[in-house]
């Protein structure tokens, strides 16, 4: 192998070495440098707040597909043929629902105790009191208060007052109850309480910004909820109490509608059976007055014709009164969003489905204004969809009227058509047949609207929730913080400080600290590298030793046997620019090196001012080379063996004045060819 070859090969490795040995030397700055940085994460990681979530699933029931309602709830139901997904998620994320559910669990107070490295919530088993506002329905507070709890003398001392345990408290213009928890460990010290208050609203808005309600899948109607919360067990609770307000809420709106269809039918009825009664007085009084019992077959005739017509008549009057009251209602609508007029009359689908629309819209507008306020961008665009529906209602309450009307108008024409049936009835028989209609009219009218009552009441009593839990609230977690994903970063950056304190002593450092230094300066190739050892003896290879520096030492040998170092080529000089460079270390350990194949090997001993191979070596200083220059020795007197077989050394001999001019002469040319 030439030199070209041999500088190639050296130059060629890949990549991860180079980094390898480039920041190998420095070891033990990583080891300090990735410890603190693993210190300083595990501090990080004490003072993160862990985060759990909890988790729920609902089925969304479909009144199509729901066997147990009948017709009439399907004719109440203000959310039209179908749930709508999308809606019922709006409605489960409302604020208005929120906040009955922070009134009902008191979330609008938390307790927590504020540690050296984190603050932590408590809640219920693990909190020693609970705050309950004595009015939630008017609880708009903020504010922060530290409190001891003495369970020695059953007292909490809260802003300078001293509070018996389950009494009352007045902070902030407002009436707390001090609920305690008396399952709670009284022998718990060193804790520093506070009790935080919160706006229903703010409380609420909170939770919904955590909570997430998504389909588990698109054609589906079950939902998934999840809460990212600091307390598993608050978690669940904000979720059981949120599907149990749902339902309750669903069901009263339900229940609402059924009882103002059962007000309306009860008026009708009142009316009717008044008119009925009425009625039947006059048959009789005409009877027993006229002895009037049997009509004759033309008035049976005219009886049965006018009598199919004057239902349909009536009918149609209850179906327009029944848009009268919705026309109303767009009009003027009531206070509670949502709750309709009665549908019970009127089958039009489109009218239900722009109803429906309406619903969410006005839900939607409710929700917005709520968090955002009257005049946001949004909330005003919210309220002009809402205009916009009840438009369009009303558009198609007016062609619904024009087609009632068409109606009532086709059969009052009818009705006109049969009047010459009463012409060629006896003018006693054409009074009691007029009777007689009124009579059949007023009944039919009665019975359908009992009818009407009993389906309606059977709805008002078979109503069911919209929503069934089919995965009860669970927690898991902590999601975050990783505690791995902290110490995984700590490390990293615990690498990337000692390297990057590597490089700024390699920029600002004035000596060589990598080969790859001297490589990129000169041509010439590198035979290897010697680790720095802290040895007191400088002998640091010998026959069988097995050390990092010693296998240098046989790499180096190795390697200057490629660069043509033979029988011929037998001379090497090991030099330096300054003294303390280990000129003496490299040459007395290669020599060795050399003797260990075999070879013999002189060592001259050329640093004529400073020598110090024979003190290490343990032979006489004297004779030496200044002595056989100076012509006072011979060379067989200047060659000395060591210790060490197959080594031997040519000292220094005394320090000359005049070292440079020794080594020019002839005489050292002949020494060295000899």
């Known amino acids: 192998m030439d030199e070209d070859q041999f500088f190639k090969e050296k130059t060629d490795s890949n990549i991860f070495k180079q980094v390898i040995y480039k920041y190998l030397p420095f070891w033990p700055l990583f080891v300090i440098t990735v410890s603190i940085s693993m210190f300083v994460a595990f501090v990080d990681l004490r003072s993160q707040v862990p985060i759990y979530v909890a988790s729920a699933q609902g089925l969304l029931k479909d009144p199509q ?14 959310f039209g043929e179908k749930k709508i997904v999308d809606n019922e ?6 604020p208005d629902l929120m906040k009955e559910v922070v009134k009902q669990l008191d979330l609008y107070s938390s307790v927590y105790n504020k540690g050296n490295v984190r603050t932590e919530e408590l809640y219920g088993s693990n909190s ?22 003495d369970w020695k003398k059953n007292v909490v001392h809260i802003d300078d007052k001293i509070v018996p345990f389950d009494s009352t408290v007045v902070l902030g213009k407002n009436v707390f109850r001090l609920a305690m928890n008396h399952d709670y460990n009284p022998n718990v010290t060193g804790k520093n309480y506070y009790v935080q208050f919160t706006s229903l609203e703010g409380a609420a808005g909170s939770i919904v910004g955590g909570l997430k309600i998504s389909p588990y899948s698109y054609s589906s109607t079950i939902l998934n909820l999840s809460l990212e919360t600091t307390v598993p067990e608050k978690g669940k609770d904000i979720l059981n109490k949120l599907l149990e307000v749902y339902n309750v809420d669903g069901v009263q709106d339900k229940n609402e509608i059924a009882e103002k269809t059962l007000n309306f039918i009860d008026d009708r009825l009142e009316i009717v059976e008044a008119q009925l009664d009425s009625v039947e007085r006059n048959i009789s009084k005409f009877q027993s007055k006229n002895s009037a019992v049997d009509l004759g077959t033309q008035a049976t005739a005219y009886f049965t014709k006018v009598t199919d017509l004057d239902k349909q008549n009536s009918i149609v009057d209850l179906q327009l009164e029944s848009l009268n009251d919705i026309s109303n209602y767009i009009e003027s609508k009531g206070k509670k969003p949502g709750t309709v007029p009665s549908l019970l009359l009127l089958t039009d689908p489109t009218l239900a489905g722009l109803l429906d629309k309406l619903y969410t819209a006005e839900t939607q507008a409710e929700a917005l204004q709520s968090v955002t306020g009257e005049s946001n961008d949004a909330t005003i665009l919210a309220n002009q969809e809402v205009e916009k529906i009840k438009k369009d209602i009303r558009e198609n309450m007016s062609n619904i009227k024009q087609n009632l009307m068409a109606v009532k108008n086709q059969v009052n024409s009818q009705m006109a058509a049969n009047d010459y049936l009463l012409q060629k009835v006896p003018e006693q028989q054409r009074v009691f047949l007029d009777i007689s209609r009124q009579q059949v009219i007023k009944n039919n009218i009665y019975t359908y609207l009992l009818q009407q009552k009993e389906e309606t009441a059977i709805s008002y009593a078979s109503t069911t929730p919209d929503l069934k839990v089919i995965e009860s609230p669970t927690a898991y977690g902590p999601v975050r913080p990783i505690g791995k994903n902290f110490y995984l970063a700590g490390f990293v950056i615990g690498l990337l400080t000692g390297a990057f304190l590597v ?18 300066k000169i041509d010439i190739p590198i035979l290897g590298e010697l680790v720095q050892v802290n040895a007191k003896d400088p002998i640091v290879i ?5 050390t990092v520096i010693a296998e240098q030492f046989r790499s180096i040998r190795t390697n200057l046997a490629f660069m043509g170092l033979n029988e011929k080529r037998n001379t090497l000089m090991i030099t330096s620019s300054v003294s303390g460079e280990g000129k003496s270390f490299v040459a007395i350990n290669l020599a060795i090196s ?43 007197d200047i060659i000395k063996e060591t210790e060490i077989p197959g080594l031997y050394v040519i000292s220094a001999g005394p320090i000359p004045p005049n070292p440079t001019e020794l080594i020019q002469r002839e005489e050292f040319a002949s020494l060295m060819e000899e």
């Open 594 to 636: 050399f003797t260990l194949t075999g070879k013999k090997v002189a060592l001259m001993e050329m640093d004529l001012r400073k020598p110090k191979l024979s003190k290490i070596l343990k032979v006489k200083k004297t004779p030496g080379i200044s002595s056989h220059l100076a012509g006072k020795a011979s060379i067989d």
């Open 542 to 546: 010998m026959e069988g030793k097995r």
């Open 65 to 78: 597909r729901n066997g147990g309602d009948s017709k009439v709830l399907d004719a109440l139901n203000i």
């Open 128 to 149: 020693p009191v609970k705050f309950v506002a004595l009015d939630k329905d008017n609880f708009n507070f903020y504010g922060t208060y530290f409190f001891e709890v």
């Open 503 to 520: 490089l700024l002593k390699e920029i600002f450092s004035r000596k060589v600290l990598f080969r790859s230094e001297v490589e990129s």
């Open 89 to 94: 998620i709006v409605v489960l994320r409302s």
